[in-house]
């Protein structure tokens, strides 16, 4: 095992070494001069890279903001066309409850007041729940319904995987009441023995 501590501590000790032009000070000593001339003109040119790769990842983490921001604009119109009548069916426009059981809340599990809102096929909305208590406890979940398919704790950092899914289903005409959910200790949420209560409202008339 004694080589493996030798390895480990020479590591470290020329990972806290300081260095030149992206090599160590003690083998930059031992360059000549046409050797160091290479090396500072190929930190130049990885650097050079390097800026280029960060200029190009930055121009499309823009424009991938950009079209997000987009088609979030988009289907949040065609909820507001929803919620006024002017196009959707049944099961477009849903009024949802949840109640019950604990989220966690200022770093603890906690109970909360029940929250009903609406929400329309292609929105996202951010809903505050607040210990029932201690108002100034407070957690946001974001709750999405899109396709058919409503969303509980939306987390895009995640890739989903935490999220909760509830898929259209008929019942919800005469409101279905889904209990005992709980979502992964990761989740942002991380909620415990929850109850959601989904109902597909009547549309306004045209």
């Known amino acids: 095992m004694r080589p493996i501590f030798i390895i480990l501590a020479l590591f470290l000790l020329s990972s806290c070494a300081s260095h030149i032009y992206g ?17 500072i003109e190929h930190h130049h040119e990885m650097e050079l890279l390097r800026e280029q790769r960060r200029i190009e990842q930055a121009k499309i983490a ?23 009548g002017e196009r959707g069916i049944r099961g477009d426009l849903l009024r949802v409850t949840i109640r019950g059981g604990e989220l966690r809340i200022n770093g603890k599990h906690r109970p909360y007041s029940p929250v009903s809102f609406r929400i329309a096929d292609g929105e996202q909305k951010t809903i ?9 406890y407070q957690t946001d979940v974001v709750i999405e319904y899109f396709d058919g398919v409503l969303i509980f704790d939306y987390d895009r950092r995640y890739n989903y995987e935490y999220r909760y899914e509830l898929v259209y ?8 009441h889904y209990r005992n959910i709980s979502l992964h200790k990761r989740s942002h949420s991380q909620a ?11 549309l306004p008339r045209r």
């Open 23 to 39: 090599i160590p000070e003690d083998q930059w000593a031992t360059l000549s001069a046409d050797e160091r001339e290479q090396t």
């Open 62 to 84: 823009a424009e991938q903001e950009k079209q997000q921001r987009l088609e979030m604009e988009y289907r949040q119109a065609q909820a507001d066309q929803i919620y006024s």
């Open 128 to 136: 505050t729940f607040t210990h029932p208590n201690k108002h100034h």
């Open 169 to 176: 289903e008929p019942e919800w005409r005469r409101g279905k």
């Open 192 to 202: 415990r023995n929850i109850e959601i209560i989904i109902d597909a409202v009547a």
